[in-house]
Nanobody, 123 residues
Framework: QVQLVESGGGLVQAGGSLRLSCAASGRTFSSYAMGWFRQAPGKEREFVAAISWSGGSIYLADSVKGRFTISRDNAKNTVYLQMNSLKPEDTAVYYC????????????????WGQGTQVTVSS
């Protein structure tokens, strides 16, 4: 069982930056692939970024490539999403997710989810 708690969301102007953190409980965090997803009002939850247990494989949605980076610190049981050059269309609730298997980019492959953190980008 893994519990995930996101933090770092907030209100930022377009062009600004935020760093989201996802703290995980459990001693086996280092064996889990981790992902970030987001959901805007009235839209389906969509993939943003994912990282393998070792950090050796990273995937990013086309819409965030060049602006967002994902990383993890297994010693701290934490995964990060650094978001730069934010745009109003990045406004959403951002969710952290974990799966005890290979890294994946689809929501249904993840077993554990955090409660989400709101990111609002003003124009």
């Amino acid at each position: 069982q893994v519990q995930l708690v996101e933090s770092g969301g907030g209100l930022v102007q377009a062009g600004g930056s935020l760093r989201l953190s996802c703290a995980a409980s459990g001693r086996t965090f280092s064996s889990y692939a981790m992902g970030w997803f987001r959901q805007a009002p009235g839209k389906e939850r969509e993939f943003v970024a994912a990282i393998s247990w070792s950090g050796g494989s990273i995937y990013l949605a086309d819409s965030v490539k060049g602006r967002f980076t994902i990383s993890r610190d297994n010693a701290k049981n934490t995964v990060y999403l650094q978001m730069n050059s934010l745009k109003p269309e990045d406004t959403a609730v951002y969710y952290c997710a974990a799966r005890n298997s290979k890294v994946a980019v689809t929501t249904f492959r993840y077993d554990y989810w955090g409660q989400g953190t709101q990111v609002t980008v003003s124009s």
